[in-house]
C-alpha cells in the first residue's frame, strides 16, 4: 500500500516562499512519477506540475514555471514542492500524487495525498 503524506503548508506574505514536502511509504519515489496538484476555494484542480521516476525532467504549469520547482530526495523518500515568489493567487489547498507511468504532462494519477493549505496574503 502506497501513501503519500503532505507537510509544510501555512500562511505566507505574498512574495515569500514556502516548501512543502511529500513523503512516500510503501514504495521507492524512484517507482513513480510524482505529481503536485492545487485547489482554490471554488475554482478546479490545478495540475501544478510533476517530476519524472529518476528526477532527471520536470513538467510545470504555465502559472508557476519560473516560481515553482520540484525536486526529490530519495534518501528521504520524499518529493518538494518550492515555492517562490508567491502571489495571492498561489493561495490553494496542495496535493501530491503519484503514477507508475506516463507523459510528466498527463494528469491521470494511481495515489492520491491528503493535502496541505497554503494560504498567500497579501
Known amino acids: 500500500q502506497v501513501r503519500l503524506v503532505e507537510s509544510g503548508g501555512g500562511l505566507v506574505q505574498a512574495g515569500g516562499s514556502l516548501k512543502l514536502a511529500c513523503a512516500v511509504s510503501?514504495?521507492?519515489?524512484?517507482?513513480?512519477?510524482m505529481q503536485w496538484f492545487r485547489q482554490a476555494p471554488g475554482k478546479e484542480r490545478e495540475y501544478v506540475g510533476a517530476i519524472s521516476r529518476v528526477g532527471d525532467q520536470t513538467y510545470y504549469a504555465d502559472s508557476v514555471k519560473g516560481r515553482f520547482t520540484i525536486s526529490r530526495d530519495i534518501t528521504q523518500n520524499t518529493t518538494y514542492l518550492h515555492m517562490n515568489s508567491l502571489t495571492v493567487d498561489d493561495t490553494a489547498d496542495y496535493y501530491c500524487?503519484?503514477?507508475?507511468?506516463?507523459?510528466?504532462?498527463?494528469?491521470?494519477?494511481?495515489?492520491w495525498g491528503q493535502g496541505t493549505q497554503v494560504t498567500v496574503s497579501s
Open positions: 500524487a503519484a503514477r507508475r507511468f506516463g507523459q510528466l504532462a498527463a494528469t491521470a494519477y494511481d495515489y
Open positions: 510503501g514504495r521507492s519515489v524512484n517507482d513513480y512519477v
